[in-house]
């Protein structure tokens, strides 16, 4: 198997203040990407990610630790040309149109005129923009904002993408479009890392997935591997007249939501709440059950928990 991307062992802490000690941010991250894939970097607040984003960038310098592309290190910098990136705050020239905003990205990487000028052309067309080649980005909304910026990580036609929150802040149908241009940048043959904070896009769209929790791989490998189905477990979806009053002895151990048209019941701790018990409450609360459903582990119950466990 061929890696694009291999982190090893990565250390890095920062000083906060003069009179403090310094804090440990990266505890030994160790991590690959393979190449033709698409690969989630995920995990909470505070957690680590952006710091290894600019890690594997050359832009921070780990005490210790190799971050290497392609075989080569991340300092050679003919390996930096195979690479895109876009920030999570993208600075965008508002005064500039999107054609010229990629003509400028284009001059720095040093294209000729014509080279330049085909793949503007084709990028445009690529996120869907050719028709506001011409208008200012002022003018442009999130989603379009977005699809121009990744435009312009991909204007030196990398081999590897790196997308920190492409998706944060747009609706549905802006996500959705986000999703189709990462998922044709994968069937043209680039790999492509994705951080996000929407953990059920990365579900839906990455081969594998790395979880960082307190500065540590908590979780690395394929989706299916790191997100299994906890098929012991049972939801129930119900209406009721009144909310149903919880047992005492069962406070922590249910969660219980509450939506417009539904209700769920939520059995945490199935050892110790059987489904006999369930259904004799439901009746007691003079409930309907409408479903009931085998619970399956979401990456946001694998992150929760790993917040709980602690690493």
Same mark, same amino acid.
């Given at each position: 198997?061929?890696?694009?991307?291999?982190?090893?062992?990565?250390?890095?802490? $920062?000083?906060?203040?003069?009179?403090?000690?310094?804090?440990?941010?990266?505890?030994?991250?160790?991590?690959?990407?393979?190449?033709?894939?698409?690969?989630?970097?995920?995990?909470?607040?505070?957690?680590?990610?952006?710091?290894?984003?600019?890690?594997?960038?050359?832009?921070?310098?780990?005490?210790?630790?190799?971050?290497? $592309?392609?075989?080569?290190?991340?300092?050679?910098?003919?390996?930096?040309?195979?690479?895109?990136?876009?920030?999570?705050?993208?600075?965008?020239?508002?005064?500039?149109?999107?054609?010229?905003?990629?003509? $400028?990205?284009?001059?720095?990487?040093?294209?000729?005129?014509?080279?330049?000028?085909?793949?503007?052309?084709?990028?445009?067309?690529?996120?869907?923009?050719?028709?506001?080649?011409?208008?200012?980005?002022?003018?442009?909304?999130?989603?379009?904002?977005?699809?121009?910026?990744?435009?312009?990580?991909?204007?030196?036609?990398?081999?590897?993408?790196?997308?920190?929150?492409?998706?944060?802040?747009?609706?549905?149908?802006?996500?959705?479009?986000?999703?189709?241009?990462?998922?044709?940048?994968?069937?043209?043959?680039?790999?492509?890392?994705?951080?996000?904070?929407?953990?059920?896009?990365?579900?839906?769209?990455?081969?594998?997935?790395?979880?960082?929790?307190?500065?540590?791989?908590?979780?690395?490998?394929?989706?299916?591997?790191?997100?299994?189905?906890?098929?012991?477990?049972?939801?129930?979806?119900?209406?009721?007249?009144?909310?149903?009053?919880?047992?005492?002895?069962?406070?922590?151990?249910?969660?219980?939501?509450?939506?417009?048209?539904?209700?769920?019941?939520?059995?945490?701790?199935?050892?110790?709440?059987?489904?006999?018990?369930?259904?004799?409450?439901?009746?007691?609360?003079?409930?309907?059950?409408?479903?009931?459903?085998?619970?399956?582990?979401?990456?946001?119950?694998?992150?929760?928990?790993?917040?709980?466990?602690?690493?």
């Amino acid at each position: 198997m061929s890696y694009v991307l291999e982190v090893k062992n990565l250390h890095k802490t $920062f000083k906060t203040d003069f009179w403090k000690p310094k804090v440990k941010i990266l505890h030994d991250v160790s991590f690959y990407v393979e190449e033709n894939s698409i690969c989630g970097l995920v995990g909470p607040n505070g957690a680590g990610k952006t710091t290894i984003i600019k890690s594997i960038l050359d832009f921070v310098h780990p005490e210790q630790g190799t971050v290497s $592309f392609f075989g080569s290190s991340i300092h050679d910098a003919k390996v930096k040309e195979k690479i895109g990136y876009l920030p999570e705050q993208a600075y965008y020239y508002e005064y500039l149109t999107g054609y010229e905003f990629l003509s $400028f990205y284009g001059n720095l990487f040093g294209l000729s005129k014509k080279e330049k000028n085909k793949r503007i052309t084709h990028l445009l067309q690529q996120v869907g923009l050719s028709h506001a080649a011409d208008r200012k980005l002022r003018n442009y909304s999130k989603g379009m904002l977005q699809r121009i910026g990744i435009a312009q990580s991909l204007i030196n036609d990398p081999q590897f993408v790196i997308l920190d929150e492409p998706m944060t802040g747009l609706d549905p149908i802006g996500r959705k479009e986000i999703r189709d241009i990462i998922f044709d940048l994968k069937k043209q043959g680039k790999t492509v890392l994705v951080c996000s904070h929407i953990l059920s896009d990365i579900e839906y769209l990455c081969d594998h997935v790395i979880l960082i929790v307190h500065g540590k791989v908590k979780a690395f490998g394929q989706i299916k591997e790191v997100v299994q189905p906890n098929v012991h477990r049972i939801d129930y979806y119900f209406n009721a007249l009144k909310p149903p009053v919880v047992p005492k002895h069962w406070e922590g151990k249910i969660e219980m939501k509450t939506f417009p048209n539904k209700n769920i019941l939520y059995v945490l701790e199935p050892e110790e709440i059987t489904f006999e018990q369930v259904i004799a409450w439901f009746d007691e609360c003079d409930a309907k059950i409408d479903a009931m459903v085998p619970h399956k582990d979401s990456l946001e119950d694998l992150m929760v928990q790993s917040l709980k466990e602690g690493v």
